[in-house]
C-alpha cells in the first residue's frame, strides 16, 4: 500500500543533543511537510518542500532544518533541542500545491526531550 | 496566521445520535475544506473535503459548507464508540499559497 512513513515512531534525546525525524513516502507526491503538535493543540506548520523547493514558515525557530535529499524522502533535523521541543512531529505529503489535493499523514514521530 | 476556530469540546453524544462538529474560519478567500479524524497519540486521518456550497455525504458522514457564513460542519450519523476521537478541521485558501490551517480539534466521545 501507497503510504507515508516516519521513523522512528517515538525518540527519546538528551537537552541540547541533535536529533533527526525521518520521513519517507511511497505516494510519489511533490509536496512534503513537517508538522510540529503538542498536546491538544492545532498541527502547526515548520515548513514544505515542493520538490526540491524549500518554504520556510516565518515563525518556525532556526534550531529546526530539513532536508530532502530525493523524492521519497524528507528529514527533520533538531540542532539543539530544549524542552519546549518536546512534541508530536508529523509528516505529510500531497500531489501537488493545488487548493482540492489534502495532505495524508504519517503515524508521527513521538520526541521527548530528558 | 489564518484563523480556524472550533470548539474545543468535550463533546459527547450517546451511541445511535447524531454528532454535530462546526467550525468557522476567517479567511474569506477560502477554497477547500478537510475534516481529520486524530484518535489519541495518532496521526490525522482525511475523512472528508468539501469545496462547493451546501452538503456532501459519504456513509455516515455529511459535510456541509456555507461560505457567505464562512462556517463548515460535519455531520455524523448514528455515531459508535469508535467515533470516538479528535475532530479536525482545515483549511485551504489560494490567498495563502495553498498552506493547511488547522483549527485545535473538538473532542467528542459517544457513549455506549
Known amino acids: 500500500d501507497a503510504m507515508v512513513i516516519q521513523n522512528p515512531r517515538y525518540q527519546v534525546t538528551q537537552f541540547g543533543k541533535p536529533v533527526t525525524l525521518s520521513c519517507s513516502q511511497t505516494?510519489?507526491?511533490?509536496?512534503m511537510y513537517w508538522y510540529q503538535q503538542k498536546s491538544s493543540q492545532a498541527p502547526k506548520l515548520l515548513f514544505h518542500?515542493?520538490?526540491?523547493?524549500?518554504?520556510n514558515e516565518a515563525d518556525t525557530p532556526d534550531n529546526f532544518q530539513s532536508r530532502r535529499p530525493n523524492t521519497s524522502f524528507c528529514f527533520l533535523d533538531i540542532r539543539s533541542p530544549g524542552l519546549g521541543d518536546a512534541a508530536m512531529y508529523l509528516c505529510?505529503?500531497?500531489?501537488?500545491?493545488?487548493?482540492?489535493?489534502?495532505?495524508?499523514f504519517g503515524d508521527g514521530t513521538r520526541l521527548s526531550i530528558l | 496566521q489564518k484563523e480556524v476556530e472550533q470548539n474545543s469540546g468535550p463533546l459527547s453524544v450517546p451511541e445511535g445520535a447524531i454528532a454535530s462538529l462546526n467550525c468557522t474560519y476567517s479567511d474569506r478567500g477560502s477554497q477547500s475544506f478537510f475534516w481529520y479524524r486524530q484518535y489519541s497519540g495518532k496521526s490525522p486521518e482525511l475523512i472528508m473535503s468539501?469545496?462547493?456550497?451546501g452538503d456532501k455525504e459519504d456513509g455516515r458522514f455529511t459535510a456541509q459548507l456555507n461560505k457567505a457564513s464562512q462556517y463548515v460542519s460535519l455531520l455524523i450519523r448514528d455515531s459508535q464508540p469508535s467515533d470516538s476521537a479528535t475532530y479536525l478541521c482545515?483549511?485551504?485558501?489560494?490567498?495563502?499559497?495553498?498552506?493547511?490551517?488547522f483549527g485545535t480539534g473538538t473532542s467528542l466521545t459517544v457513549i455506549p
Open positions: 468539501i469545496y462547493s456550497n
Open positions: 505529510a505529503t500531497s500531489r501537488d500545491l493545488a487548493d482540492y489535493q489534502p495532505q495524508h
Open positions: 482545515a483549511v485551504k485558501s489560494a490567498s495563502t499559497g495553498n498552506q493547511f490551517y
Open positions: 518542500y515542493y520538490d526540491k523547493d524549500f518554504n
Open positions: 505516494l510519489n507526491h511533490n509536496v
